[in-house]
């Protein structure tokens, strides 16, 4: 049984970054899509990125595009959600998700299609 656990969410001022892990047990990620999603104060969750399970190729939504990098290391069960240039608005908890479906990445933002999840990390963006 895949079991996720998140970690790396702290306070940080805007502007600044912040590295999140998603470390997996129980089995390899190496057949999993990864996908980190969100979830601010009186807000429903969104996804933010996904890692796919074929290849390396990876997909951001439009509001952190150019700020926030996915990568995952097999060897080491871990994936990864580096985050840049933070805004307030990025304030949430961080969900790291996975799934041993092919996705189109149409898709791989969309909570239903997950069936692994993290317990969350807190990330705060505030002066």
């Known amino acids: 049984q895949l079991q996720l656990v998140e970690s790396g969410g702290a306070l940080v001022q805007p502007g600044g970054s912040l590295r999140l892990s998603c470390t997996a047990s129980?089995?390899?990620?190496?057949?999993?899509?990864i996908a980190w999603f969100r979830q601010a104060p009186g807000k429903e969750r969104e996804g933010v990125s996904c890692?796919?399970?074929?290849?390396?190729?990876?997909y951001y939504a439009d509001s952190v595009k150019g700020r926030f990098t996915i990568s995952r290391d097999n060897a080491k069960n871990t994936v990864y959600l580096q985050m840049n240039r933070l805004k307030t608005e990025d304030t949430a908890v961080y969900y790291c998700?996975?799934?041993?479906?092919?996705?189109?990445?149409?898709?791989?933002?969309?909570?239903?299609?997950?069936?692994?999840w993290g317990q969350g990390t807190q990330a705060i963006v505030s002066s």
């Open positions: 129980g089995v390899s990620i190496a057949p999993y899509m």
């Open positions: 890692a796919s399970n074929i290849g390396a190729s990876t």
């Open positions: 998700a996975a799934t041993n479906e092919i996705l189109l990445f149409g898709r791989c933002l969309i909570q239903g299609e997950y069936a692994y």
